[in-house]
């Protein structure tokens, strides 16, 4: 689920207990790294100055489903960098609008740097859209954009707690501003609700053995409060996992997930988008694992097929509930040489779909 790419930083020194180098085997795995991390016991936090630039995953597929009109009104609803924002803003006419979303502080500052009277950033999850648009006097759009996921520049910040390659605060907030951060979140819970986070959300087969793990470490008097010792926990759990795959990713996807509430906010954001699109106005999604995914094509088929009347009812085929979105194309994913340049981007999944004149 990582929003953009840049190439792999250099790694820490020690890798944890049973890492491997292989890359196989890793569909449908979070976006923390689909090729080995590690972690360093030497407590390393730095990431290497020559890191490639930050690169938009689906750039031009993405800004191009939404069919861009010079005067439309469009929504980022997850700046990042600005990477699909700067792409809309370059085919919008004088009298165009875009506005954006984004809940972390970083991106927003970012977003400060585009200065351009057609654009406006909002720091805000995008679960408030209809009404922060609503007032700066929005209520209807003609393109909506959510790259879900966290961001490339997010996970290779050591200090955000996202990755398990260095050794840092555990906190993984996309919002440093408010919210409870992974490490409060594993000092207060149980070891009942431990498991069912990382196995609902990081869909990880020893979840409950983690969990366990984990409490009896905390309960121990040695509270897990830095991305090394909760990669070291697991790692010292798990025995089996996939070639490739560090041991704590899923576990690592799971508390992030949980944290921001990202699948809650995907779920109470979608029926504001349907709300917000003019019709033949565009909702594109780019997801990057299968949770997210499935949440996006689910209510996509739900507003399409809207026939929920009994088998062999009698109604005219015209008297039948008429779709109020309608999909556009296949799934499109990342080309050979996309994924080449940017390894992140490989799980990367983007859904397109246009609203109807159906009230």
Same mark, same amino acid.
């Given at each position: 689920?990582?929003k953009?790419?840049?190439?792999a +930083?250099?790694?820490?020194?020690?890798?944890?207990?049973?890492?491997?180098?292989?890359?196989?085997?890793l569909?449908?795995?979070?976006?923390?790294e689909?090729?080995?991390?590690?972690?360093?016991?030497?407590?390393?936090?730095?990431?290497?100055?020559?890191?490639s630039p930050?690169?938009?995953?689906?750039?031009?597929?993405?800004?191009?489903?939404?069919?861009?009109?010079p005067d439309?009104?469009?929504?980022?609803?997850?700046?990042?960098?600005?990477?699909?924002?700067?792409?809309?803003?370059?085919?919008?006419?004088?009298?165009?609008?875009?506005?954006?979303?984004d809940?972390?502080?970083?991106?927003?500052?970012?977003?400060?740097?585009?200065?351009?009277?057609?654009?406006?950033?909002?720091?805000?999850h995008?679960?408030?859209?209809?009404?922060r648009?609503?007032? /700066?006097?929005?209520?209807?759009?003609?393109?909506?954009?959510?790259?879900?996921?966290?961001?490339s520049?997010?996970?290779?910040?050591?200090?955000?707690?996202?990755?398990f390659?260095?050794?840092a605060?555990?906190?993984?907030?996309?919002?440093?501003?408010?919210?409870?951060?992974?490490?409060e979140?594993?000092?207060?819970?149980?070891?009942?609700?431990?498991?069912?986070?990382?196995?609902?959300?990081?869909?990880?087969?020893?979840a409950?053995?983690?969990?366990?793990?984990?409490i009896?470490?905390?309960?121990?008097?040695?509270?897990?409060?830095?991305?090394?010792?909760l990669?070291?926990?697991?790692?010292?759990?798990?025995?089996r996992f996939?070639?490739?795959?560090?041991?704590?990713?899923?576990?690592?996807?799971?508390?992030?997930?949980?944290?921001?509430?990202?699948?809650e906010?995907?779920?109470?954001?979608?029926?504001?988008?349907?709300?917000?699109?003019?019709?033949?106005?565009?909702?594109? /999604?780019?997801s990057?694992?299968s949770?997210?995914?499935?949440?996006?094509?689910?209510? /996509?088929?739900?507003?399409?097929?809207?026939?929920?009347?009994?088998?062999?009812? +009698?109604?005219?085929?015209?008297?039948l +509930?008429?779709?109020?979105?309608?999909?556009?194309?296949?799934?499109?994913k +990342?080309?050979?040489?996309?994924?080449?340049?940017?390894?992140?981007?490989?799980?990367?999944?983007?859904?397109?779909?246009?609203?109807?004149s /159906?009230?």
């Amino acid at each position: 689920m990582t929003k953009g790419v840049r190439s792999a +930083p250099t790694k820490a020194s020690l890798s944890l207990k049973k890492a491997s180098s292989k890359t196989a085997g890793l569909e449908g795995l979070s976006e923390l790294e689909k090729y080995p991390l590690e972690v360093s016991a030497l407590n390393s936090n730095t990431v290497s100055e020559s890191a490639s630039p930050h690169i938009t995953v689906l750039l031009d597929e993405a800004v191009h489903a939404l069919a861009i009109k010079p005067d439309g009104i469009y929504v980022d609803g997850t700046f990042g960098r600005g990477g699909h924002s700067r792409k809309i803003l370059s085919q919008l006419g004088p009298d165009g609008r875009l506005i954006a979303f984004d809940r972390d502080l970083t991106a927003i500052e970012s977003g400060k740097t585009i200065n351009d009277p057609r654009f406006s950033i909002i720091h805000s999850h995008f679960a408030s859209m209809q009404a922060r648009l609503a007032d /700066v006097g929005v209520t209807q759009v003609d393109g909506i954009l959510l790259d879900l996921g966290i961001s490339s520049p997010q996970i290779d910040d050591a200090e955000r707690g996202f990755s398990f390659r260095y050794d840092a605060p555990l906190d993984m907030r996309m919002d440093q501003s408010s919210g409870q951060t992974a490490a409060e979140f594993l000092g207060r819970t149980t070891e009942q609700q431990l498991a069912e986070v990382i196995k609902n959300y990081g869909e990880e087969r020893f979840a409950k053995s983690i969990a366990r793990a984990i409490i009896k470490e905390r309960d121990d008097g040695r509270a897990i409060t830095t991305t090394g010792q909760l990669a070291q926990v697991v790692a010292n759990t798990v025995t089996r996992f996939e070639p490739g795959q560090n041991p704590a990713t899923r576990t690592f996807q799971a508390l992030r997930i949980f944290v921001n509430q990202e699948l809650e906010e995907l779920s109470l954001t979608l029926p504001q988008c349907l709300a917000l699109l003019k019709p033949q106005g565009r909702l594109a /999604v780019i997801s990057f694992h299968s949770l997210e995914d499935r949440i996006v094509k689910q209510f /996509v088929r739900d507003q399409q097929n809207r026939d929920d009347l009994p088998a062999n009812f +009698p109604v005219r085929a015209a008297d039948l +509930p008429q779709p109020k979105l309608v999909s556009i194309g296949k799934a499109v994913k +990342p080309g050979v040489t996309e994924v080449k340049a940017n390894p992140r981007s490989r799980s990367a999944v983007l859904r397109v779909a246009e609203r109807t004149s /159906v009230a």
